[in-house]
């Protein structure tokens, strides 16, 4: 590229300039139209990340990379656009994104081509494509990006939205199915979040055949008040009447049959399976007989993972996933089972935001260490690298003597808490927290003072080995939107 292009644009600003300057000249009789020129906004539903949002965003993506590293999960991308095709098959026709939620468009080849709603179709069609079963098997991804669905927007519903998902194909084991629901559960903890998961077996396409003819049965006779969706869903595909959150229809979930009752032995034992492991995880969960999750592609286990309810408030979905054994074949390949799930960022970091945890910025150090004397700095080292192990972000100037200069880095840096050793400290094992807003100083012990810094922080998700902080020793920003209501 050449000079010539940022030479123009400068040049044709004056021009402008002068046709406005003289407008007014002409326009001197008449009073002026003022010509407001409106700005273009976001599309409805979609919306700009700023910079003051990265930290959660890294968070969050740092918490899903580093579970997927622990658990043997490799990165994949697939194309933001898809064949329209893909979808209405992998996803199902009578599905809510299939049939009111995608966007979708004809190119100027022609091409019928969607902006995904999910990323799962579109993984299992790369791992056909790519030939990746013959690869050791299951094949482990993950991904995260955006995905679109045309909804009607409001708090924790956006048209363009980002998930974090893992999938695991070619392996019908229910450990699998575990593996993932473990994942989940321990993707929000690493946050300092909890969620509650609940679980359900669809079973097979078996299984659910005599399932269906049931619930149309039971359904059927309270046809009248049914919304008119559910009347053609109960031809069309029961099973989804079961998500419907109409006031008529929801109520009668609760008399209606629950699919456990017509799994076979099989799909039973497969079952029963996934929730021992889960019970020995110590994971919590919660039988939801009425999870049938709307995407057509589940078969055995799905789950969904959910905030507990605030005050006033519903409780929200966090994140979904199943088995989804049928949906390589329904889209051309060899049967291969399959099981994922996929986590939603932004109603993620509502709740972070909502339980006043805020992640630390690992490029920011909160934590400066100042040492006095030989001994000190020698003692610092080691009380200096147990900080960053512990994944709090510390800085430290070991080449400098004196507490004066120290402490002007210190302030330079806008730490939240100095810690000081000296002469008197390395004899008595102590080392002082200074607290530099407030100016108050304690003595702990020095071995344990990572752990007390770890307590005064809301670490997520760079010590994902601490609890959550209690909500009344939350870090400062949050201290200060006292009166929240979030509880
Ligand atoms: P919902 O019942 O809330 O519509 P869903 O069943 O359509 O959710 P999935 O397709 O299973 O959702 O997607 C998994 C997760 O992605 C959800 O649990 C949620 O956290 C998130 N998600 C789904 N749709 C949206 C959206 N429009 N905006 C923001 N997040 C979303
Ligand atoms: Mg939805």
Redesign the pocket.
Known sequence: MSGKKPMKKPASKPVKAVKAATAPAAAAAAPVKKRTVATPQTPRGMKDILPSEAKYWRAVRTAGERLAAAYGFEWIETPIVEETALFVRGVGKQTDIVEKEMFTFVDQGGDELALRP?ATAAIARAYINHGMLNMPQPVKLFYHGPMF?H?RPQA???RQ?H?FGFETIGEQKPVVDAELIICVHRFFLDLGLQVKVEVNSIGTAADREQYREKLVAYYRQHRNVLCENCKVRLSKNPLRVLDCKEPGCEPLKQGAPQIVDVLSEDSKNHFMKVLEYLEDAEVPFELNPYLVR?LDYYSHTVFEAVFPAREGGSKS????GGRYDGLIELLGGRPTPGAGF???L??TILEMKERQIIPLDESKPVVFLAQLGEPAKRKAFKIFDDLRRAGIPAAVAFSKDALKAQMEVANRMGVKYTLLIGQKEVLDGTIIIRDMEAGIQEMVDANKVTGEIAKKLVTAPLAPLTAPAPRDSVSEESSRKEGDSSG
């Not at 979905?317 to 979904?320: G, R």
């Open positions: 999910e669905r909804e924790g519903r956006y939205f998930q709307g979905a966090a994140a979904a996929a986590i939603g932004e109603r």
